[in-house]
């Protein structure tokens, strides 16, 4: 599946750049709800863009 059926590039470098304050899973939802992602897409996509955003490099590299 086409990453951009996920989520549209547009709203995750949005997200990426501008992220919620403070970086929840129900922020994160709200903007990603607010920018007009589906259910479905905030349902698959939601808690790993609040994972990422909390720990963008989880190797500690």
């Known amino acids: ?3 951009e059926n996920l989520l549209t590039p547009d709203t995750l470098r949005r997200i990426c750049w501008i992220p ?4 929840t899973p129900e922020t994160v939802d709200a903007f990603l709800t607010e920018r ?3 259910p479905w897409q ?4 939601g ?5 990422a955003l ?3 490099d989880p190797a500690g590299a």
């Open 1 to 3: 599946m086409p990453t």
């Open 47 to 51: 808690a790993i863009v609040t994972v």
């Open 54 to 56: 909390l720990d963008p």
């Open 36 to 38: 007009g992602a589906r």
């Open 20 to 23: 919620p304050a403070p970086i």
């Open 42 to 45: 905030v349902e698959n996509v």
